[in-house]
């Protein structure tokens, strides 16, 4: 990787592009570090540290944004809006025909799509950032400080258009960004932010884990170490597993022509293993969050008997059934993203058109089942790892409760990891292209 990027720092047109690139996320970090106006940054802060932990899903958001939340900045919402816009217009493309068909239709359809994936995003920017000053009007301190300093009368109303309005822009000034990114510099811009929030968290977590050592060096000292140690392996496990991947081989059949002979060629399909990334893992953690959304309605939390209390102990992100439903909806939305992805019935016919099969395989329904069958058993594979990597930071928390404070780890090593990859291969083809040999060399 550190070659790669040597290589392509040496070639003027690539330097030119991871310049607008360190740019770009350079402008990302400084909004991110920029308050919103009418907001006790200290009050949401403390709150956002008791409440956003242990793998739950303010912490999840918390990391994506680069800690922007838990500050309320103006880029507290990032590109969460855009991402979740991209997965439901990704989720409809299978389920409606029109969109479908956009899809279906090469460039133009696909710019289509994204028109509307925008408005999307914005109509959720809007929701979020309405539903996220709802909970910082709820945020308050033990002293009777609160997170709005105007939440009553028509200041109330001014001051929830401005953070909400805020909030919004920034959303959408992200996104802008990311395009740009997309259009004049290195890889895909909303991952390449993503990136940069999710690498800002790792050094608040370093100076976590060195201040626990300090204060308590008996009991933290082989702790951090251990920490670190199992990052590494972490980081090592999930590069191989993402570049692991099932090969089911293709042989086609050859045809005369004349005096020529065409196909006989031998080629494979390539599986890969984490063939649908982190969307499992945003699936379940979006669902197991409602519970815990509940949780933060203060008539429902304060009661000490009854249903609400089991109910909220059962959902908690600090219980081993929290842990095991978590990893058991990994599981299931994994199969149900790769249903959606991979289509085993149109596979084998585009192999039967262009007289393709299987080694051993008859052509039509068997091939289709054959697929099938691969396809269920490299599922499993990936979402038993996926599962593995998601709830290790809600171990950790079980184990220690300081612990439970630290987002380096599990999913977002996950994301850091499939991001770098992908723009590695981004710089490799963009120095392929610079640097292939000539048909007269």
């Given amino acids: 990787m550190f070659q790669t990027l040597k290589r392509a720092w040496s070639v003027p047109e690539i330097r030119k592009k991871l310049l607008y690139t360190l740019l770009m996320v350079i402008i990302f970090r ?25 793998g739950n899903f303010l912490e999840y958001l918390n990391t994506i944004t680069g800690g922007a939340l838990s500050n309320a900045t103006i880029f507290s919402l990032s590109i969460t809006p855009y991402i979740n816009a991209s997965i439901i217009m990704q989720l409809l493309t299978y389920a409606l025909p029109p969109l ?56 109330g109303w001014f001051t929830g258009i401005i953070i909400v309005a805020c909030f919004v822009a920034g959303s959408c000034f992200v996104v802008w960004m990311g395009n740009r990114i997309s259009e004049k510099g290195i890889g895909n811009g909303v991952s390449m932010l993503l990136f940069a929030g999710i ?62 002979q065409y196909g006989g060629q031998k080629t494979h399909i390539p599986i890969k293993v984490m063939m649908s990334g982190v969307m499992p893992i945003i699936f379940a953690m979006s669902f197991m969050s409602l519970p815990q959304t509940l949780s933060l309605i203060p008539s429902l939390r304060e009661k000490t008997s009854g ?16 842990a095991l439903l978590y990893f058991i909806l990994i599981i299931a939305f994994n199969y149900f993203y790769v249903s959606i992805q991979y289509n085993p019935v149109e596979i084998a016919n585009n192999l039967r058109q262009s007289n ?45 409760e300081k612990l439970a404070h630290l987002s ?20 490799e083809s963009q120095l392929m292209m610079r640097h292939h040999k000539g048909f007269l060399s």
């Fill in 30 to 54: 400084l909004g991110s570090a920029i308050a919103v106006p009418f907001l006790d940054t200290s009050v949401v802060k403390t709150w956002m540290d008791d409440k956003a932990q242990g």
């Fill in 100 to 155: 479908e068909r956009l899809q279906n239709e090469g460039l133009e359809g696909r710019k289509k799509i994204n028109k509307i994936t925008s408005v999307v995003a914005f109509g959720l920017s809007i929701f979020m950032g309405f539903a996220y000053y709802l909970t910082l009007k709820r945020m308050t301190t033990d002293t009777g400080g609160a997170a709005v300093k105007y939440s009553t009368g028509w200041e």
């Fill in 199 to 260: 690498a800002a968290r790792f050094p608040v977590d370093l100076g976590r884990l060195i201040g626990y050592t300090v204060d308590n060096p008996s009991k933290y000292l082989f702790v951090t170490i251990g920490y670190f140690v199992f990052i590494i392996l972490e980081f090592a496990f999930i590069v191989f597993m993402n570049e692991s991947e099932r090969r089911i081989p293709i042989q086609y059949a050859k045809r005369v022509v004349g005096r020529k």
């Fill in 307 to 322: 249903f609400w209390p089991h109910f909220f102990k059962f959902f908690s992100n600090t219980s081993w059934t929290y």
């Fill in 356 to 400: 393709g099969g299987i080694p051993g395989i008859r052509p039509g329904k068997p091939t289709s089942d054959y697929i099938q069958k691969v396809l269920s058993k490299i599922a499993l594979v990936g979402a038993i790892f996926l599962g593995i990597i998601a709830v290790i930071p809600i171990f950790f928390g079980m184990a220690d």
């Fill in 408 to 427: 380096m780890g599990g999913t977002t090593i996950l994301i850091a990891v499939s991001v770098a990859l992908e723009t590695t291969r981004t710089l």
